[in-house]
């Protein structure tokens, strides 16, 4: 059962949660998705955010654990900031998003007391964070578990993956923007998938062109193409663009979701074929 007990950051010791191990909070989880790229400012985030939208419309139950401990925006794109973090005898109960509980969250945003306070730690100390939320929340059943994380390929991202290995199928979703800068950081991140023997589900390019909200043509302010070249390249699949548009932006600003309530918006159809073919493709890739 539940607690009314709250844990956050400013406490000096974590809590000791006692179960069985064998067991485990992530035993119950069918698939899990890690959002990555090699660039920061790529938008893994909005990805995330929408791509867990999109795959709860579809019927499915989805968590969303946010490991971007510097920068944790998820909470803000699903109105879920201000929410408290409970305590039951699994560990940490996550945040429930809808009435219904088919979208649950965590984050370290719900840690911090003061929304303005920065996270200053060193590796060791993330680290360490990071594995209790791999093994400390108690999802319960869920259909897909997506992992934002941090840009780079540093402590963070071995952590995570670290974390995640024994638990199978886990894949790696690879976002870019179409420039030729940020798809040479991001083939880094393919290698990064490579080295540590992290299965790649597929490529997105986001900010695929900017679509006018009066006349809807699309103006490719960023280049063109530099995701779905990459993933040729790579042997993986490219999993489709996402245009930049005002509306979905406005949304995840407002915290409402772009595919109930924007389903004119020249976002939804991209962001609604991605989760598409993750449904379609992914029990056979990580199979």
């Known amino acids: ?54 795959l709860h419309r579809e ?22 900031q201000g929410r408290a973090v409970h305590q039951c005898d699994r560990g940490w109960v996550p945040v429930f998003v809808d009435r219904e509980q088919s979208i649950s969250l965590m984050s370290v945003g719900f840690l911090l007391e003061n929304p303005d306070e920065a996270v200053v730690w060193r590796g060791p100390k993330k680290n360490a964070l990071i594995k209790q939320f791999v093994s400390d929340v108690a999802w319960g059943e869920l259909d897909y578990l997506v992992v ?32 030729a800068v940020s798809v040479g950081d991001v083939r880094r991140e393919l290698t990064f998938c490579k080295k540590t023997g992290l299965q790649v589900v597929g490529v997105v390019e986001n900010m695929s062109g900017f679509v006018c909200p009066h006349c809807a043509e699309c103006t490719n302010i960023f280049s063109k193409g530099g995701g779905e070249e990459l993933a040729q390249l790579a042997g993986v699949p490219f999993l489709g663009s996402v245009p930049l548009d005002p509306v979905l932006t406005r949304s995840l600003e407002e915290g409402h979701d772009l595919t109930q309530e924007f389903p004119k918006s020249p976002a939804f159809p991209a962001l609604t074929s991605i989760a598409q073919k993750i449904l379609d493709g992914l029990p056979a890739r990580l199979s």
């Not at 119950?28 to 985030?45: E, R």
């Not at 019927?59 to 879920?80: E, T, Y």
């Not at 290995?165 to 894949?171: S, V």
């Open 1 to 54: 059962m539940c607690s009314e007990g709250l844990w956050s950051l400013e406490n000096t010791q974590p809590p000791n949660f006692c179960f069985s191990p064998e067991l485990g909070n992530l035993a119950d989880v069918q698939h899990i998705i890690l959002v990555l790229s090699g660039k920061g400012g790529v938008g893994k985030s909005t990805i995330s955010t929408e791509l867990t939208l999109a």
């Open 59 to 80: 019927g499915k139950k989805v968590g969303i654990l946010d490991i971007d401990l510097c920068g944790p925006s998820i909470p803000r794109m699903l109105r879920a």
């Open 148 to 179: 934002d994380t941090p840009p780079g390929t540093s402590d963070e991202h071995m952590a995570v993956v670290e974390a995640l290995r024994p638990y199978r199928p886990l894949g790696a979703l690879v976002v870019t923007t179409p420039q």
